[in-house]
């Protein structure tokens, strides 16, 4: 059987092509696509052919390369190994593609319980785990001040966790003014430019001597530099959006072991595989935490949807990502 599916047939192209998928056995299930969402960082990422797209250390620039990797949809049909599953479930999926038709290990797929709530929600699920990780790894406690550092789709996430679980004051930080704007929408106590005069002052200002947690989510080493100078004493910092060069430096001594700062590596691939426990949980628990959270109206995604476009549009959307600095933060493809 053939599917439509997004593929990067070279640098910066995208095109909609029809590719072979698998049949359906032991515990793969296949799934009808309803909605994609855009990854813009990683995305972005593998579609210029940066080198240092993976977190592993085995990277090449190879083309033709399949994205996206967080989508929702509706069983067809289940292999006869499957039980947590039939066809005709409204299903979240992680380490998916943009695809028409989804064929994924059980493993992959998890049951959206709640009869209301959006399959547009249910495709944001698995990103919205990556700061939750994040947030997670940092043992944020209740009262405790929280620096956003970045405010693109993780980042703005990442304001909207830090308030439900509880973080006093939030100060999201981004150069780009409707970014902070949005921040501010999303729950966000206080917004500052990090290029602005005095900007570590005004963090401290308003935190009363620093950041107990930072979720940085820049991409760039400046990020993590500047963060670091708004940092209280023994203050956590997860490195969620962590630059993908190696050219920058920090003064650890006086930034880092000076102050106790803590630094997490909290790539979402850096979880266990089979159980949680507190402050690491598996990809499956933190999705379905994320579904509760939305289903209990705990955690409104809907209003961060920008823009909802067919996959034959694909190529115009991508193009867009590559060159336009202000490409909306959340995108979505409608595959029904």
């Known amino acids: 059987m053939e599917t439509k599916q997004i593929v990067f047939t070279k640098p910066n192209t995208a095109e909609l092509l029809e590719n072979e998928i698998k049949q359906v056995s032991g515990t793969l299930v296949k799934v009808k696509t309803q909605f994609s969402t855009v990854s813009c960082g990683t995305e972005r990422a593998n579609i210029i052919g940066d080198p240092n797209v993976s977190a592993s250390n085995s990277a090449s620039v190879v083309f033709p390369r399949i994205s996206g990797y967080c989508s929702s949809g509706i069983v067809e049909e289940v292999g006869e190994s499957v039980t947590s599953v039939k066809p005709g479930d409204r299903v979240a999926m992680y380490w998916s593609t943009h695809s028409e038709y989804n064929v994924l290990e059980e493993g992959n797929i998890i049951k959206i319980e709640d009869d209301n709530l959006s399959m547009q929600e249910a495709a944001v699920a698995f990103i919205t785990t990556f700061p939750m990780a994040a947030?997670?790894?940092?043992?944020?406690?209740?009262?405790?001040?929280?620096?956003?550092?970045?405010?693109?789709?993780?980042?703005?996430?990442?304001?909207?966790?830090?308030?439900?679980?509880?973080?006093?004051?939030?100060?999201?930080?981004d150069p780009v003014k409707e970014r902070r704007e949005e921040a501010l929408k999303n729950g966000a106590d206080f917004t500052f430019d990090p290029f602005e005069e005095g900007f570590a002052d005004k963090v401290k200002e308003v935190t009363n001597g620093g950041a107990n947690v930072c979720i940085e989510v820049t991409g760039v080493g400046s990020g993590l530099d500047g963060a670091l100078d708004c940092m209280a004493r023994f203050g956590r910092v997860a490195l969620l959006g962590c630059t993908r060069s190696s050219d920058f430096t920090i003064d650890y001594y006086r930034k880092v072991h000076g102050p106790g700062i803590t630094l997490i590596g909290a790539h979402t691939i850096a979880r266990p595989e089979i159980e949680s426990h507190p402050g690491w949980f598996t990809h499956r628990d933190d999705i379905k935490a994320v579904l509760k959270l939305m289903s209990g109206g705990r955690l409104d995604i809907k209003g961060m949807i920008k823009e909802t476009h067919k996959p034959?549009?694909?190529?115009?959307?991508?193009?867009?990502?590559?060159?336009?600095k202000k490409f909306p933060i959340l995108v979505q493809f409608d595959w029904r």
């Open 135 to 173: 947030i997670r790894k940092t043992r944020l406690e209740f009262g405790e001040s929280v620096l956003i550092m970045g405010l693109g789709l993780l980042g703005q996430l990442g304001v909207k966790l830090a308030r439900v679980a509880g973080a006093v004051p939030i100060v999201a930080v």
């Open 312 to 324: 034959e549009q694909c190529t115009e959307v991508y193009t867009r990502l590559v060159n336009d």
